[in-house]
């Protein structure tokens, strides 16, 4: 059964800092691996997929690595901002199903 | 582009009640998948539709739970008989058939159910 375990569970940083999110996973058969955010009481919202062929996708401020062999992703985000704070999901899919790790609780303070 | 839709977004009820969530995913995206997520905890999976085929479900999707997708668009997630532990975050994602690694899953806002 694939488990999915993100690194820390919570984190409080000043805004303009630089932030790494870790996530591991103990299957690597994995299609691949989907980064969210979700904010309080509302659904999730898709940030980045990694195909299990890639190493790294950006977007803007974010940047996700994938190291399928050892399972584990990390989300990198330059420059935090006070709107960044939100819990942030990691996620693989290994079947039809995502499986989801138990989020990063994000507090960008001004 | 109106992303995915659920209703109702908070369902308030007594245990032992039946409820039904709506879901309606993009249009052109014929996979549709329900998760529920409880405080503290990543969503997890319930069940997967292809089309108007339930191809997949979770042992969490007890006999108490059935969900349908007629003619292949939008779906229902019923649950009869309420109980306690079924309140929770219920997630309804979509995507399109295609290369599985290449298809991210868009998820609703969710329908938030408290069981009194």
């Known amino acids: 059964k694939q488990e999915v375990t993100q690194i820390p569970a919570a984190l409080s940083v000043p805004e303009g800092e630089n932030l790494v999110l870790n996530c591991s996973f103990t299957d690597s058969a994995i299609y691949n691996l989907q980064w969210f955010r979700q904010d309080p009481g509302k659904g999730l919202t898709s940030l980045l997929l990694i195909q299990s062929s890639q190493r790294e996708q950006t977007s803007g401020r974010l940047n996700a690595s994938l190291d399928k062999s050892s399972g584990r992703s990390t989300l990198y985000i330059a420059a935090s901002q006070p709107g960044d704070s939100a819990t942030y999901l990691c996620?693989?899919?290994?079947?039809?199903?995502?499986?989801f790790g138990k989020g990063t609780s994000l507090l960008v303070t001004p | 582009d109106t992303g995915v839709s659920q209703d109702p977004r908070h369902k308030i009820t007594k245990r032992g009640q039946n409820v039904t969530f709506r879901c309606d995913p993009i249009s052109e995206h014929n996979r549709l998948y329900w998760y529920r997520q409880t405080l503290g905890q990543g969503p997890e999976f319930l069940t997967y539709?292809?089309?108007?085929?339930?191809?997949?479900k979770s042992r969490l999707l007890s006999d108490r739970f059935s969900a349908e997708r007629p003619k292949g668009s939008f779906s229902t997630l019923e649950i009869q008989r309420t109980e306690q532990g079924d309140s929770a975050m219920y997630l309804c994602?979509?995507?399109?058939?295609?290369?599985?690694?290449?298809?991210?899953?868009?998820f609703g806002d969710g329908t938030r159910l408290s069981i009194l």
């Open positions: 994602a979509s995507s399109l058939v295609g290369t599985a690694s290449n298809q991210p899953q868009h």
């Open positions: 996620a693989v899919l290994s079947g039809y199903a995502l499986n």
């Open positions: 539709f292809q089309n108007e085929a339930q191809l997949e």
